[in-house]
């Protein structure tokens, strides 16, 4: 089978077929947000997308103190994986700016409350 010559790029337009755990957004579009210190926590809050949250604001925090955004858009979640996220937004010195991009609650006002 030949490698086809003209690969396909990624649709902005088109839903993203299978996003990974926790991402719900397309790679090429995620690394664009981390590039500009956004992060986003969409669809319920699980054990795994509060797992790559906190490992990307800590990432994020690590490499400087400028400001991140925190996208969030989770109505419900599990209460102990929000503490996961709540955990590392104290550990960071940069500051996180929260923003409710669809609907927040449940255990994810937790991480709200965290956020400046």
Do not use: C
């Amino acid at each position: 089978m030949r490698e086809d010559p003209y690969p396909r790029r990624p649709d902005p337009w088109r839903a993203p077929t299978g996003p990974a755990p926790g991402e719900g957004v397309a790679p090429w579009l995620a690394q664009k947000l981390f590039d500009r210190r956004i992060v986003m926590l969409n669809g319920p809050l699980t054990n795994g997308s509060a797992s790559q949250a906190a490992a990307a604001l800590l990432t994020l925090d690590a490499l400087g103190t400028d400001p991140v955004q925190l996208h969030l858009s989770a109505s419900d979640g599990d209460l102990n994986a929000a503490f996961a996220i709540v955990d590392a937004v104290d550990a960071m010195r940069a500051p996180l700016h929260a923003t409710v991009t669809g609907e927040a609650g449940g255990a994810v006002v937790a991480v709200l409350a965290a956020a400046d």
